[in-house]
């Protein structure tokens, strides 16, 4: 092994390209392993760039003895579950492969995680009826999964407004109250500390809301919009499940595809949005406008990055109307995968003119927002 450390580590990180640089870098049989594995990825897109592979130290290292299920097994051997996650999700978004999207097998050995539901909604257009099957088991999966995330926060930003009148058994922070406490523990006040003794504790208890609210979700399915889609659909579940709330989901890019039948099964939404298109957000809350029947009742959200390709003056004059009409209209702006917002400032500001709350929210952000509306 090398006496410097350092130069392991750069050999590490520069792959085999670096061998003739750094030839007493020192690797062991683990190290080379290593090298191994992310020289079957990260080799392939410096050979789209015109470099050539250097050459590895000894036959039985040739990355071309791997095959996409014999990497995903060293992958998982020799790196952290997070590190795998990282280096799969480059392969499927950033190097394209592939091959690791049109085998089951392969499927199988994927880690289920947001960044492979996001390539496999990309991918399933092309796929056989037996990849399909697969894919829709993955997205399942993941899905099950981010609702068990949310659905807690979502259900407890719209459960209902403390009632005061009333004590909870529920005992949390959020319905802790401070002033009943206070007041019940006045006697055990401590006159050397200067402090209470809290004997008991008082809690408000939570009113269940019986709401007759309609939300309709306008969701943007052009390609950059496929986050906050997977995030649409699976809030679309969770809202669906609430009672009194009725739930209007509509998919568009340049045309419309009204889901709201299937809007309590967010794997089916999924399986049936087609990416790619253009986006006529106009054309959109056109549609929109004919859900509304009690405008006063209504929340229309718009999930879009508000790249307007259709008639800005007809999206603008359906946003007028509708927010004339009492319609509560909230436009959500899209969300890159750090949270960060992407999407046109300027057309969401013309559509905050027109009676349009602009944000961007994470979900759970987004379902404190709607609870306060209609709270």
Partial sequence: MSEDPRLRRW?????????????GSGMDRRDQRTDRALDY?????????????????AGSLDPSQLTPLGWLGELRDLFPQSVYETVQAHAIDNLGMAELLSDPA???????NKDLLKALIAFKGGADPAMREKIREVTRKVVEEIVRRLRPRVEAALSGKPNRFRRSQLKSM????????????????????????ADRLRFHGRSRRRLPWTIILCVDQS??????????????SILAALPAVEIKLVLFDTSIVDLSSEAHDPVEVLMSVQLGGGTDIAKALEYCETLVTQPSRTICVLISDFEEGGSVARM???????????????????LSDDAAPVYDRAMAERLA??????AALTPDRF???VGSVIA
């Avoid at 003119?353 to 602009?358: A, V």
Wanted: proline letters at 2%.
């Fill in 11 to 23: 050999r590490l990180a520069l792959g085999r390209y670096a061998e003739r640089a750094l030839p």
């Fill in 41 to 57: 990825l990260y080799a392939r897109e410096m050979e789209k760039r015109g470099l050539r592979r250097g050459k590895g130290q």
């Fill in 106 to 112: 392969v499927l199988d050995a994927l880690e289920p």
């Fill in 174 to 197: 959020q319905n802790f109250d401070w002033r009943a406490t206070i007041r019940d523990n006045l006697k055990h006040y401590d006159a050397e500390r200067g402090v209470i003794i």
């Fill in 223 to 236: 390609g950059s919009m496929l986050a906050s889609t997977i995030y649409a659909a699976v809030m679309a």
């Fill in 316 to 334: 603008l004059a359906a946003t007028r109307r509708m927010a004339s009409a009492r319609v509560t209209l909230m436009g959500l702006g899209a």
């Fill in 353 to 358: 003119g027109c009676g349009m709350q602009i």
């Fill in 367 to 369: 379902a404190e927002w």
